[in-house]
Nanobody, 124 residues
Framework: EVQLVESGGGLVHTGESLKLSCAAS????????IAWFRQAPGKEREKVAC????????RYAASVKGRATVSIDNAKDTVYLEMNNLRPEDTAVYFC?????????????????WGQGTQVTVSS
């Protein structure tokens, strides 16, 4: 069974950092695109970052660029999203999602497999 499990969320203060993890299981970690999304109450889902297990340059939303770093540990089948200088507007449930294939210079919006999400709350 394909499974994604996020962890690492929590309550932090403005300016602090968090590192979220997305552990994948049930499939080979080759040639997949992995994205981090977030959704705040009453707001549309936002794609935050994308990275391919096959390499290539990660892509970031403008709202987090310069404050977020997405990385992969292929030995652990785990993807990370580190967020620095967190702001109250970063408060949301963060999800990782995965789709097969190699994407160069683009990151689609549709992903078939999702994790359950992890809550990030940033207090002012």
């Amino acid at each position: 069974e394909v499974q994604l499990v996020e962890s690492g969320g929590g309550l932090v203060h403005t300016g602090e950092s968090l590192k979220l993890s997305c552990a994948a299981s049930g499939f080979s970690f080759d040639d997949y695109l992995i994205a981090w999304f977030r959704q705040a109450p009453g707001k549309e889902r936002e794609k935050v970052a994308c990275i391919g297990t096959y390499g290539g340059r990660p892509r970031y939303a403008a709202s987090v660029k310069g404050r977020a770093t997405v990385s992969i540990d292929n030995a652990k089948d785990t993807v990370y999203l580190e967020m620095n200088n967190l702001r109250p507007e970063d408060t949301a449930v963060y999800f990782c999602a995965i789709r097969g294939g190699i994407y160069i210079g683009t990151c689609p919006d549709e992903f078939p497999t999702w994790g359950q999400g992890t809550q990030v709350t940033v207090s002012s």
